[in-house]
């Protein structure tokens, strides 16, 4: 790893695994940074009531950093919710052969599942992402088949258990397009398969700049046909410590009572596994989803 510079100090994202990111900002720091978000969503275009939002949400995946951060953490293994769930699943007796990863990144979630013994596919959006994963499972020698797609890409099999990555929910905007995104995952599963995936509460979430955030979008989108939801705001977190200025497009789920409903109209239905508070004080909670 290279040398610190003096405006650089190392992070623990998992023990043992470090990477480097900005110091805490200082007061004006802080504000001249909190002023420059607030008119990139007063007047950003990336915000407008036209603007394609999940688009926007891969632009942020392009960005540099984040790019370094998720190369970092491609062998730190699955959270501990995520074993949570794993360890559920293989409690009750659940097949798990082959594994699709939506959302893979650069491979944190498949390059475990390789390594425990899985079949394991991988879909990314991101282009770079899906190289860099292809990259460092040729380093490590792990077998894992990474293509670059949405959910409806076509890997020709059914799986045991497609693992949707945490929060890829978070980048989908409106109710619709959701459940849409739910339902197309699922028809990878195979008969008796199941999904999991991981969501963010807004209970715990709504801060000031959250609110902030999500009063700004209600009012750029207020005479236009784009529905505003309250879980609607904008982040600034690039990488896992919010270390940039660029905002980003993010949904929070009201309550466990929202998440079940949008399951519902997929048909399909979920079950809270693990819950806990995450390293930024955000509330996650890891679901096992099934067909009705």
Known sequence: MSKLSENERMAEYRPGVFFKIPKKFGKLELLIRRSTQIFQALFSARFSANSFLEEDAELRYNHQEELEYYKAVAHSGLTTEELAVLNHLKSRGQSLRNILIVGAG??????????????????????????????ISK??????????????????????LVHISFAITSHIQGRKNRVKFFKECFKHVAKDGVMIHGFYDRRVNESLRFRISSWILRMRWFFTKREWEPGDTLISSVGHHNSSDMLSYF??????????????EAGLKGEIIHRELDSNSRLDEFWIIEGN
């Open 139 to 160: 380093e490590s020698g792990l077998d894992v088949n990474f293509y670059h797609g949405d959910q409806s890409f076509e890997t020709g099999r059914k799986y045991d």
């Open 106 to 135: 650069a491979g944190r979630e498949p390059f475990y599942y390789a390594k425990e013994g899985y079949q394991v596919d991988a879909l990314d959006i991101n282009l770079e992402m899906v190289e860099a994963a292809k990259n």
């Open 251 to 264: 949904y929070f789920y009201e309550s466990a009572d929202s998440i079940k409903s949008e399951l519902r």
